[in-house]
Each structure stands twice: as structure tokens, then as C-alpha cells.
């Protein structure tokens, strides 16, 4: 028997180092993932209430980048980059997410995307490069509450486009 015991899941090698979330958002999939794909989208939803998104360059494509600046509601601005590393449409995105190109710091982030009946499953799988960081991610920086409610700004983003299409 294994310690983890009979029947038990095996807890990723990452386990320590991650963050998961994921929200079920009642809009199709296609629609989700594009609400992922397209600048014109990002920044009317991106990040924790409050934050707002400036972008100086994007480009959706593996290797491509995403440089912009969130401004917090204190006025904090921060840095972010991101590079995209693996893209599979509509299901799956994979990026690498730091303050700028080449951060040592960067994390890696899983996007799927899946049916759930006429709704889209959503989850996000962000690994940090050590146990510290992710901790400071999450004490810190409110990174499990700012991720939640990222993804409640795109349900609520998504949601809305959904209804002005019906009533047109």
C-alpha cells in the first residue's frame, strides 16, 4: 500500500509551489477563450477588483508577449509580462508570467478550458519557482483571492456579452 493510501490521488511534485483555480462561467467555450485571446477583451476584465490594465504590446501567439501595467486602486502601478508557450484552441494556453521579459521569478501558468454543459469550465494552474515566492504570492499579494476574483471579472465580462447578444 502506498503511504498516500489505497485509492488516494498522488499529490504533484509541484504541489507546494501552486496555485489552483478554476470557476465554472455560464458563457461557451469559444467565447471564454477568446475573452483570453484578444487585447480588445483582457483589458476590460484583467485582474483583482479594482485593477486596471494599460498594455504597450501584445501578441497572441506561442512566443509572443503581452507587456503591460496594472494599476492598482491605490494608485500602485506594477510591471507585468507575459510570454505564451504553448497555445491550444479553445482548450488549453500555457504561459510564462513575470515583471518583465527574462524575470528569473516568472511563473508558469496552465489555462484549460472545458465544456460544462452550455457553461465553460475554467482553470488556472500557476507554479511558482519555489515554495517561498508562491508563499509570498499568497501572503502578501492576496494572490488565491486576486485570482478568484479575476475570474469573477471575466464571468462577469463574458456574462455580459452573452446577454447583449441575446437581446439583439
Known amino acids: 500500500m502506498s503511504p498516500t493510501g489505497r485509492g488516494a490521488p498522488a499529490q504533484s511534485a509541484t504541489a507546494d509551489r ?3 483555480i478554476s470557476r465554472v462561467i455560464d458563457a461557451p467555450l469559444e467565447l471564454v477563450f477568446e475573452a483570453f485571446t484578444e487585447v480588445r ?3 476590460r476584465w484583467w485582474g483583482p477588483d479594482g485593477f486596471t490594465t494599460t498594455t504597450r504590446a501584445f501578441e497572441f501567439r506561442v512566443g509572443g508577449e503581452w507587456d503591460f501595467e496594472m494599476h492598482g ?3 500602485t502601478d506594477y510591471q ?3 510570454s ?4 491550444a484552441p479553445p482548450e488549453r494556453i500555457v504561459l510564462l508570467h513575470g515583471e518583465s521579459h527574462g524575470d528569473p521569478n516568472a511563473l508558469e501558468s496552465v489555462l484549460t478550458f472545458a465544456p ?3 457553461a465553460t469550465r475554467i482553470e488556472m494552474r500557476t507554479v511558482f519557482p519555489t515554495k517561498k515566492l508562491r508563499d509570498v504570492a499568497v501572503e502578501k499579494y ?3 483571492e486576486g485570482g478568484q476574483q479575476t475570474l469573477s471579472n471575466l464571468a462577469a465580462y463574458v456574462t455580459e456579452i452573452v446577454r447583449k447578444r441575446v437581446e439583439d
Request: charge should be negative.
Open 84 to 87: 505564451w508557450t504553448e497555445i
Open 142 to 144: 492576496h494572490a488565491i
Open 73 to 75: 486602486p491605490d494608485g
Open 41 to 43: 477583451h483582457l483589458s
Open 116 to 118: 460544462s454543459g452550455a
Open 18 to 20: 501552486e496555485i489552483v
Open 80 to 82: 507585468e509580462w507575459i
